[in-house]
């Protein structure tokens, strides 16, 4: 086993979803050509170092796993189904899927996990945090079970992802965005990022996603940009930019097939006027929230954005490793943090198409 690579795991599977990673169908055409001081950064931006510091925080997720696949632990997030989700997007971002590779049987127990938390609404959360912003979880949850379907096509997993999908495309408000719960009523960015990725995720995996729902929602964050670039927490409040946000934002436009538009380069704009300090980090709210969006906007914008961002943000992370493996947040738990910053530290493998360029 020492011998293998998981990108072999996971990219033959992937191969025909990652040309058909945009929502909107494109003719068939070659592949344009991508800069190899983007696509190779893996090779030379995960130092040694660096994937010491992953293999330990992944083997912390496996240990802090329950018996029924959850993950979370405190009073408000105990085996919640969005810190089990990225704590399973963690171990696919090192190549470890369903039943294969070293954690491969604790990404099978994650899938349960959440198989089982799907009423029949398509609603992804365990009853005892579906009166607590449930649609955060929701999001994550589809993503994760949307990746996982693409490698391994299982019609358990269809059934309950196209609820899920179904779910999030009939509580769309009339802005084109969504809220904490299940409801047409209001929006706000942050919640809507989750969804927009979770529909771009399910479309990677050849799941019906309409056009129109993506239309909406890119007119949604759209109009929540304010004049600086960063992006506005509820259209009705219009209140500053923040960063994390900000990065939300972003990708929102990202999933949603915006490549390159004003909205985009004003967005990045505003994000690297708050780039991380490298071994220098600052206590901030929405810490690991923002950076895991951040990272995945200077991912796709690649050059400089990507090559000035990732060892700084590295860097960072690496300094704030607890001596068990873990990353500490005081907001969720140990879980999410470790989770996050796994993800974060692993965006060079480039190994799912939901991060793909």
């Keep these: 086993m020492a011998s293998h690579d998981p990108r072999a795991t996971i990219c033959i599977a992937c191969a025909a979803l990652i040309s058909g990673a945009a929502l909107v169908p494109m003719p068939v055409r070659a592949a344009p050509t991508v800069p190899r001081v983007v696509e190779t950064s893996g090779l030379e931006l995960v130092t040694p170092a660096t994937q010491q510091a992953i293999n330990r925080g992944l083997e912390f997720l496996a240990i802090s796993q329950n018996d029924d696949g959850s993950l979370g632990s405190g009073s408000t997030y105990r085996r919640h189904v969005a810190v089990t989700a990225l704590a399973g997007i963690a171990f696919l971002s090192a190549g470890h899927t369903p039943q294969r590779g070293k954690y491969g049987t604790h990404v099978e127990k994650?899938?349960?996990?959440?198989?089982?938390?799907?009423?029949?609404?398509?609603?992804?959360?365990?009853?005892?945090?579906?009166?607590?912003?449930?649609?955060y979880g929701h999001g994550f949850a589809t993503l994760f079970l949307a990746e996982v379907y693409g490698m391994t096509p299982r019609p358990e997993i269809r059934e309950k992802l196209k609820l899920?999908?179904?779910?999030?495309?009939?509580?769309?408000?009339?802005?084109?965005?969504?809220?904490?719960?299940?409801?047409?009523?209001?929006?706000?960015?942050?919640?809507?990022?989750?969804?927009?990725?979770?529909?771009?995720?399910?479309?990677?995996a050849g799941l019906f996603v309409p056009k129109n729902t993506v239309d909406l929602c890119t007119k949604?964050?759209?109009?929540?940009?304010?004049?600086?670039?960063?992006?506005?927490?509820?259209?009705?409040?219009?209140?500053?930019?923040?960063?994390?946000?900000?990065?939300?934002?972003?990708?929102?436009?990202?999933?949603?097939?915006?490549?390159?538009s004003d909205e985009i380069q004003k967005g990045l704009k505003f994000l690297m006027d708050h780039q991380p300090r490298g071994e220098v980090f600052r206590y901030e709210a929405f810490y690991f929230y923002g950076h895991y969006y951040a990272v995945q906007a200077m991912w796709h914008a690649g050059g400089n954005h990507w090559r000035q961002w990732y060892p700084a943000i590295r860097d960072e992370l690496l300094v704030r490793q607890i001596q068990d493996g873990s990353w500490a947040d005081n907001t969720v738990n140990s879980e999410y943090g470790t989770s996050m910053a796994c993800i974060v530290l692993q965006m060079p493998n480039n190994y799912l198409p939901i991060f793909q360029r």
């Design 110 to 135: 994650i899938v349960q996990y959440l198989l089982k938390c799907t009423d029949s609404t398509g609603l992804i959360s365990a009853p005892e945090h579906r009166q607590h912003n449930p649609m």
């Design 164 to 204: 899920a999908i179904n779910l999030i495309v009939s509580t769309q408000n009339k802005e084109g965005g969504w809220r904490y719960f299940p409801k047409r009523h209001d929006a706000d960015v942050s919640v809507t990022v989750c969804q927009i990725m979770a529909l771009r995720a399910a479309r990677n």
């Design 220 to 260: 949604y964050v759209k109009s929540c940009q304010n004049n600086d670039g960063g992006f506005m927490y509820q259209k009705t409040t219009g209140n500053a930019s923040i960063w994390p946000r900000s990065a939300a934002g972003v990708v929102a436009l990202y999933s949603a097939g915006i490549y390159d």
